[in-house]
């Protein structure tokens, strides 16, 4: 069998070859780059599956407990949920942030200890998997919404104030980017959604109560209000453009907090495993 | 044999100069006929455009070429010579090359990169090949010279931005709504530019176009030139909600539209963006406009500084052209200065001794043992085929005196025997012989 680590290793191979592709394609305008980088993202996608399945055969479960694999089954996500918005709108500028924030989480991944720790009892049941899988699709579409939001930032400010500069160039319409962050958004808030009610569920199979404020449960509350907040202010005020991306980003912001901070800093059910070992 | 360039344009001779020179097509067949019949010109074609005119000769004596060519182009036209020859320029040989690889890719026009000269090229080659004074030479130069000009076009971004008012606000429209159908389009006023613009809107797919006018009568005429709706001028600040880009130039001297007519709007639209083009002076929208968040309002000097930024642009991808240039006319000029008899005899001669070895090594080592005398009689008996077969044609090349026969030979055998010495592949699309 392959070892784990040498998969791994070419899995972020493939994403950094997939990075320089898609940058190629933004920077030196050739689509026929982007056109590669997809197929690459796909051997990737591929590769980085087989790396959590030989994990799962090592700890018999899913094997998504440390940050080192979080942060890797986010990257997966990631690429994964590109390619099927990549079905759709077919731009490279935003291969352009997906692949090579997926380089960054692999990298991340694996400066972090990798220590593969038996499951839990508590996390050895079909909900486990059902959680994260939600929990972590949801953060990669608004990854890509917060991607789109911050492009559209910068082409809106060009427009704004004529800069007609190699970003400018770049860059696609704002109406397209406008899109994408909507797309995004409508994707990512039923997952959070999911997320959320499949670990509730899940808190009332273990320990007998659904909610139990863990910082945890109240930050994914706290963005999972912003979300909502933002995608109703869509559907009924006609928010759209820079307000909209501005408050995606921000939104994020948070979600990134829920999803590192509180597990680093607070104490919970949360808490990566790697890090309560003693 | 060698190119010869002599011609003047746009940047050596003003427009009075120009049009005198100008070659009428009614005219250019005569006067091919008169320049194919210089001493010294073996081939010739006339380029004449509104910005240049340039005679293009092969000729093996480019020298007497060049003289003959400039005197023709004086007495043509009637004009002194002391007047004419300070405008003109003459290329030869490479230089003749470049320059009119330049010019075919468009690196030599007025607005860099324009298309239009690639056309007119063609049908300047066009009538060469239909009164026959374009032979060998010129035939494989200028499909040299039109493959070289797709090559920039498609390896550079020369051609790839607007370069007129008009179509730079088509192009800042593509960068806010991705596609422009299903796009509503106002006139506001009836300025020419803004016609203009209006028109590449409509042929780039806008689905819309509505018109007001403080003169219903000329509102409703462009109306029905754009199959478009025309709206009254006291009440079109009622259809702004329906507008996604608004073109404006009347002759008012206050604001037509005011930040707060456009605020409601936005608010109606549900902050749907909004592009408008304000191409009076004085200006029709209220410059506060650009504040608002939906609305991307460009004036005249905004529009001419996408202009600007383009044109820079160009001249950065010809950088780029020029080094395409530089190759291709490297390649070209191989081609030309081998297509003489001693070089192509020597080359071929090569080619087969290099057989004939390879062949003989090839039996002598499956034969096994030889001895001295046998080995000597396979060899010499292999050389004399080689004579045999070389002896006619290369006869016959030294004998060829009639310069396009010989050319066209050289060329053959060139090609057949795929001697290294041979014409740059050739990738040149196919072209309608007239």
């Known amino acids: 069998?392959?070892?784990?680590?040498?998969?791994?290793?070419?899995?972020?191979?493939?994403?950094?070859?997939?990075?320089?592709?898609?940058?190629?394609?933004?920077?030196?305008?050739?689509?026929?780059?982007?056109?590669?980088?997809?197929?690459?993202l796909l051997l990737g996608i591929v590769l980085h599956a087989a790396v959590f399945a030989v994990r799962h055969s090592m700890v018999e479960g899913t094997p998504v407990t440390s940050l080192h694999e979080s942060l890797s089954f986010f990257a997966w996500c990631l690429v994964l949920l590109f390619l099927l918005l990549d079905l759709r709108f077919r731009l490279s500028v935003m291969g352009a942030f997906a692949a090579p924030s997926a380089l960054c989480l692999m990298i991340f991944s694996a400066l972090s200890p990798d220590v593969v720790v038996p499951l839990s009892p508590v996390l050895r049941t079909w909900l486990f998997p059902v959680h994260i899988s939600f929990a972590f699709l949801g953060n990669a579409a608004f990854a890509l919404a917060f991607g789109a939001g911050v492009m559209y930032l910068i082409q809106d400010r060009m427009l704004k104030s004529k800069r007609f500069n190699r970003i400018y160039r770049m860059l696609p319409s704002i109406d397209v980017l406008d899109r994408v962050n909507y797309t995004c958004l409508s994707v990512g808030f039923p997952f959070m959604t999911l997320g959320i009610i499949s670990g509730a569920v899940?808190?009332?199979?273990?320990?007998?109560?659904?909610?139990?404020?863990?910082?945890?449960?109240?930050?994914?509350?706290?963005?999972?209000?912003?979300?909502?907040?933002?995608?109703?202010?869509?559907?009924?005020?006609?928010w759209r453009g820079r307000r909209a991306a501005f408050f995606s980003i921000v939104a994020f912001m948070f979600l990134l907090f829920t999803f590192l901070g509180v597990s680093l800093f607070f104490d919970g059910y949360h808490t990566f495993e790697a890090f309560s070992m003693p | 044999m060698n190119i010869v360039v002599v011609g003047l344009s746009h940047k050596t001779a003003p427009v009075e100069i120009r049009e005198k020179v100008a070659f009428e097509p009614d005219a250019i067949a005569a006067s091919l006929e008169d320049l194919h019949a210089l001493s010294a010109v073996s081939e010739a074609m006339i380029v004449s455009t509104c910005n240049r005119v340039e005679l293009y000769a092969a000729t093996t004596d480019p020298q007497q070429a060049c003289t003959e060519l400039k005197r023709y182009m004086a007495q043509s036209h009637g004009i002194s010579a002391d007047v004419l020859y300070e405008h003109l320029y003459s290329?030869?040989?490479?230089?003749?090359?470049?320059?009119?690889?330049?010019?075919?890719?468009?690196?030599?026009?007025?607005?860099?990169?324009?298309?239009?000269?690639?056309?007119?090229?063609?049908?300047?080659?066009?009538?060469?090949?239909?009164?026959?004074?374009?032979?060998?030479?010129?035939?494989?130069?200028?499909?040299?010279?039109?493959?070289?000009?797709?090559?920039?076009?498609?390896?550079t971004a020369i051609a790839n931005s607007a370069v007129s008012i008009s179509y730079a606000a088509v192009e800042l429209a593509r960068k806010i709504f991705d596609s422009l159908e299903s796009k509503t389009v106002m006139l506001v006023g009836a300025g020419e530019m803004c016609e203009l613009a209006a028109k590449h809107f409509v042929r780039c797919g806008v689905s819309k176009v509505l018109v007001t006018n403080?003169?219903?009568?000329?509102?409703?005429?462009?109306?029905?030139?754009?199959?478009?709706v025309a709206v009254n001028f006291a009440n079109f600040r009622e259809q702004l909600h329906r507008v996604d880009i608004l073109l404006s130039s009347t002759g008012s001297p206050d604001?037509?539209?005011?930040?707060?007519?456009?605020?409601?709007?936005c608010k109606l639209r549900r902050y749907q963006p909004m592009f408008l083009i304000d191409i009076a002076v004085p200006r029709d929208i209220d410059p506060a406009a650009n504040k608002i968040d939906s609305i991307y309002l460009y004036d005249v000097d905004d529009l001419q500084g996408v202009v600007q930024a383009n044109l820079k642009e160009r001249q950065k991808e010809a950088i780029k052209a020029e080094q395409i240039i530089d190759e291709e006319v490297e390649r070209f000029h191989d081609w030309l200065s081998n297509l003489?008899?001693?070089?192509?005899?020597?080359?071929?001669?090569?080619?087969?001794?290099?057989?004939?070895?390879?062949?003989?090594?090839?039996?002598?080592?499956?034969?096994?043992?030889?001895?001295?005398?046998?080995?000597?009689?396979?060899?010499?008996?292999?050389?004399?085929?080689?004579?045999?077969?070389?002896?006619?044609?290369t006869r016959l090349l030294k004998q060829l005196d009639c310069d396009d026969d010989k050319l066209r030979y050289l060329d053959a055998v060139q090609v057949l025997f795929d001697l290294s010495l041979q014409a740059p592949s050739d990738d040149a699309e196919k072209l309608p012989e007239n």
């Open chain 1, 202 to 238: 899940w808190a009332n199979m273990a320990w007998g109560s659904y909610w139990s404020w863990d910082p945890k449960e109240t930050w994914a509350l706290i963005t999972w209000f912003l979300y909502a907040g933002l995608l109703h202010g869509r559907l009924t005020s006609g």
């Open chain 2, 255 to 265: 604001y037509v539209l005011h930040a707060a007519d456009l605020k409601a709007a």
């Open chain 2, 214 to 228: 403080r003169t219903f009568s000329r509102a409703e005429k462009l109306a029905e030139t754009f199959g478009g």
């Open chain 2, 340 to 393: 003489t008899v001693r070089p192509t005899i020597v080359a071929l001669r090569k080619q087969l001794e290099e057989v004939r070895q390879k062949e003989l090594q090839k039996t002598l080592s499956n034969l096994g043992t030889l001895n001295e005398h046998q080995r000597k009689a396979l060899d010499a008996m292999s050389s004399a085929i080689v004579n045999k077969i070389l002896h006619h044609p």
């Open chain 1, 1 to 40: 069998m392959v070892p784990v680590n040498l998969l791994f290793a070419a899995t972020t191979l493939t994403y950094l070859v997939a990075s320089l592709l898609y940058l190629t394609a933004m920077i030196g305008k050739r689509e026929e780059a982007g056109r590669l980088g997809r197929w690459v």
């Open chain 2, 91 to 155: 290329y030869a040989c490479q230089e003749a090359v470049r320059h009119v690889l330049r010019v075919t890719s468009s690196l030599d026009s007025m607005v860099v990169g324009e298309p239009q000269i690639l056309g007119q090229m063609k049908t300047a080659y066009g009538y060469a090949c239909e009164h026959k004074s374009a032979g060998l030479v010129l035939n494989r130069f200028m499909h040299k010279a039109f493959s070289v000009a797709k090559r920039v076009r498609t390896e």
